[in-house]
Each structure stands twice: as structure tokens, then as C-alpha cells.
């Protein structure tokens, strides 16, 4: 029974994910990108049929373990770009860099704004990096690691919902300036969001987040304290 529930939560994740990619490319909203789109599906789906979050676990556990090949494979078009990455180089890692800062300095003033507690404080700061990573400077710093996974997985769905479309609305059109955006800013969520409008983008994007989760893990435990 296991096994055909956990083929079952597989087969409507994929198809969730391919329905998600028609539906945003003829309504092209930050409601129809993938991300969005298609986790509202899986949890409509989910909740109508009864599916309980163990039901999901193991189909969950085996496209985490598939996401592996997948990010290693961002290698590819990182080989095939790479004349135009090196070329570029320079103002790219200034850009990732202030990037990182900004996102980190910009969340810990929206929470002392909002007069959240240094706990919170804490776990907001680091937001912009993907999971693992997040959670082990969060333990760093004084956040609670489900609180900074939550907020890692909500700023990827808002930054690959809004981030295009704040893109488009200020003309920022070039495609290695849209890949570190959503690389630096959206992590893993923001490069497969970058993948989907090119292979620059997506290479750029996933360069991005490797290099901005080092420099959070660098600035964070720097910066924070000042604020708590």
C-alpha cells in the first residue's frame, strides 16, 4: 500500500509540476510560476484525498535524494557559459556580495521594525540561503532551525513569484543581471525559476546561491550580533 501511495504523491507532484509549466507559459503570472503554482496544487490535492504528511514523506524523500544529480547537473550550462561567466566575474561577485548583505541587513530591520524578538531576529536574517545551509548558521547566531527553514521556503516562493516581475517592471533584461538576482536573493527556488527563463540565467542563478550561501555563513555571524 506504501508503495503504490508514494508512486501516487510522485505522480501528482511531477504532473502538478508540468501542469505549472503550461499554465505559466499562457498565463504568465506570479500566481501561475511553477514554485507557487504547482505546490498549491500538490496541497489542494493532498488535502482532498486525505493524504497525511507521513502518506507523502517517503515519495518526498526520494525526489530529495533526486535533487542531488539535479543540482549537480547546473554544472552543464555552467561549462557551456562559462567564457561569459569569467567575463563578468568581477562586478558578478561585488553584485552577490552587497546582495548577501542587504538581504541580511534588510530582514533584521524589518524585524526589530516590527519588534519581533531576537530569536526570530535571528532566523529571519539568513533566509536567502538555501535549507541546510541556513540552519547551521542559524544555530550559529541564536535562530531556531524550523523557523529559519520556514522562512528559507517562503522567501524562495515570494522571490520566484515577485522577483521576475519586479525585473521586468524596473527593465532589468539583461540574463546574467536576472540569474544573480534570483540566485543571490531566491536560492535554490530562484535558480530553478532562473533555469526556466535560460540557460544563462539558470547557470549564473545557480553560481549565485553557492557563493551567497558562503557569504552569509561569513557575514551573518558578523553582522546579527550588532542588531541583538
Known amino acids: 500500500m506504501i508503495v503504490l501511495v508514494t508512486l501516487l504523491s510522485i505522480a501528482i507532484t511531477v504532473g ?3 501542469l505549472s509549466r503550461v499554465v505559466g507559459k499562457r498565463y504568465p503570472s506570479p500566481f501561475t510560476t511553477p514554485v507557487f503554482f504547482s505546490t498549491a496544487i500538490i496541497i489542494i490535492i493532498l488535502l482532498t484525498f486525505g ?4 502518506d507523502y514523506t517517503m515519495a518526498k524523500d ?6 542531488g544529480p539535479a543540482t549537480v547537473a547546473l554544472a552543464v550550462p555552467f561549462y557551456k557559459n562559462r567564457e561569459i561567466i569569467k567575463k563578468h566575474s568581477g562586478p558578478a561577485i561585488v553584485g552577490i ?3 548577501t548583505i ?5 530582514a533584521v ?3 526589530k521594525l ?3 524578538s531576537n530569536e526570530i531576529l535571528a532566523s529571519v536574517s539568513v533566509k536567502s540561503v538555501t535549507v541546510p545551509v541556513a540552519i547551521e548558521i542559524s544555530n550559529i547566531i541564536g535562530g531556531d532551525p524550523a523557523l529559519t527553514a520556514a522562512f528559507v521556503v517562503a522567501t524562495g516562493i515570494i522571490g520566484t513569484m515577485l522577483g521576475p516581475s519586479l525585473m521586468n517592471l524596473t527593465n532589468i533584461d539583461h540574463p546574467l543581471s536576472r540569474g544573480l538576482a534570483l540566485g543571490t536573493i531566491s536560492h535554490g527556488q530562484g535558480t530553478a525559476q532562473a533555469a526556466t527563463e535560460g540557460e544563462l540565467q539558470g547557470a549564473i542563478a545557480g553560481v549565485a546561491m553557492g ?3 558562503i557569504f552569509t555563513a561569513i557575514a551573518a555571524p558578523i553582522i546579527v550580533p550588532f542588531f541583538i
Open 16 to 18: 502538478a509540476y508540468l
Open 51 to 54: 493524504f497525511t504528511f507521513e
Open 62 to 67: 526520494i525526489m530529495t535524494f533526486l535533487l
Open 97 to 99: 556580495v552587497f546582495g
Open 102 to 106: 542587504s538581504t541580511i541587513i534588510g
Open 109 to 111: 530591520l524589518l524585524a
Open 114 to 116: 516590527l519588534t519581533l
Open 211 to 213: 557563493l551567497a550561501a
